[in-house]
């Protein structure tokens, strides 16, 4: 039943007519296209320490000036994909780049989405379509497909942030390509401001303002205060979590990646359910311990880590007294939009 030809089974000289003629047969292949009963993922659980990679992102300040790399990033690659291929699972990609004092990344768009989650440092920003969005720790910035965006650095110190980019699966769709830019002349107006309020939108004479990303900067502040008002609201409730969402219309922020921000009690275990999406788990504050299928990881402050579609997997808060926040990232609007989304349980 699980064993269909092999290719080997057939006489040379029809597999080299085939060749010829630019024809495969499909059915040495099959089993691999289709396994039974669930895919088996390339992307493997695996984690990457900041501790680790922080003196060598430092001393790829050092070695590359900006002006030559332009965006000076170090790819979180996983294994099980090639390292050469830059992607954390199909749809995702994760680099950490350092911006250093008075560097300038300039203003470029591409088709592929991205978002910041600022790791350390200040005085950075990203200016989006000529908004200025300050780059503080814990910030989650968007840059969504299209949009121009160039990072500066008037802070005193290194500033290193995390970005996401649906890369791999734009790239994949050969979709993907970029547009250099001039300089962008800064607008007023700061979308976290006029958004951040819950259930009310900005309907400047009657009418909203009709921008399909209204908000790209989401301060951790908010974010933080908003989890340990829920924390405190059901001491009860087990997976204390928020979506980013666009405020317009309440769907993902983005199109292709999903992006949460979890909040773990003292000593919580939370297990998550298995559905299809792969995710990434960065720790913005506290330490969080995460178990896969057989594999344990240990998770420090802004470590980051990435889980296979179909997996089961728990998080567990390690302190007994401090809480612990994390960011997610996932595939599950990209999923979901495809219809192939499924929760296991
Ligand atoms: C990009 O444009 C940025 O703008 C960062 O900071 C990482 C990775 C691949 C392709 C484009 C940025 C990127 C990227």
């Known amino acids: 039943m699980n064993e269909l030809g092999h290719i080997e089974d057939l006489p040379a000289d ?9 024809l495969v047969p499909l059915w040495p292949s099959l089993r691999g296209l289709l396994p039974p009963g669930k895919p088996q993922p ?8 900041y501790l680790a990679l922080r003196p060598l992102l430092i001393k790829a300040g050092k070695l590359t000036p900006i002006e030559k790399a332009e965006r000076r990033v170090l790819v979180l690659a996983n294994p099980g994909h090639g390292l050469e291929k830059m992607q954390a699972s199909a749809a995702i990609y994760l680099g950490m780049q350092l911006l250093l004092p008075g560097e300038w990344a300039p203003s470029h768009r591409h088709t592929p989405n991205a978002a910041r989650m600022i790791v350390e440092g200040e005085g950075a920003y990203t200016t989006v379509n000529g908004e200025k969005c300050p780059m503080r720790r814990g910030d989650l910035i968007l840059t969504p497909t299209g949009l121009w965006h160039e990072h500066g650095h008037d ?8 970005d996401v980019l649906d890369l791999p699966l734009v790239y994949y769709m050969e979709a993907s390509y970029h547009v250099d830019g001039e300089r962008q002349a800064i607008k007023p107006g700061r979308g976290e ?8 939108v900005p309907t400047p004479m009657f009418e909203r303002s009709g921008k399909a990303y209204p908000m790209l900067r989401y301060p951790w502040a908010e974010a933080r205060a908003a989890l340990e008002t829920m924390a405190a609201d059901q001491p009860g409730l087990e997976a204390i979590q928020l979506t980013y969402i666009n405020p317009e219309t309440g769907s993902d922020a983005q199109n292709i990646l999903g992006f949460y921000a979890l909040m773990l009690r003292p000593g919580q275990t939370l ?3 298995v559905r299809s999406p792969a995710m990434v788990f960065h720790v913005i504050e506290g330490a969080a311990q995460v178990t896969v299928e057989e594999q344990h990881f240990a998770l420090a402050e802004a470590d980051t880590c990435c889980t296979p579609g179909y997996s089961a997997a728990s998080l567990r808060n390690p302190s007994a007294d401090k809480p612990s926040f994390l960011f997610i990232a996932d595939e599950s ?3 979901r939009k495809l219809g192939v989304f499924e929760n296991r349980g």
């Open 155 to 162: 802070g005193d110190k290194p500033v290193i942030w995390l």
């Open 14 to 22: 029809y597999r080299e007519a085939l060749t010829q003629q630019n």
């Open 333 to 335: 609007p990209l999923h």
């Open 193 to 200: 401001s006029t958004h951040a309020t819950g259930g009310m």
């Open 271 to 273: 297990r998550l359910p």
């Open 42 to 49: 390339r992307t493997r659980a695996i984690a990457w320490s």
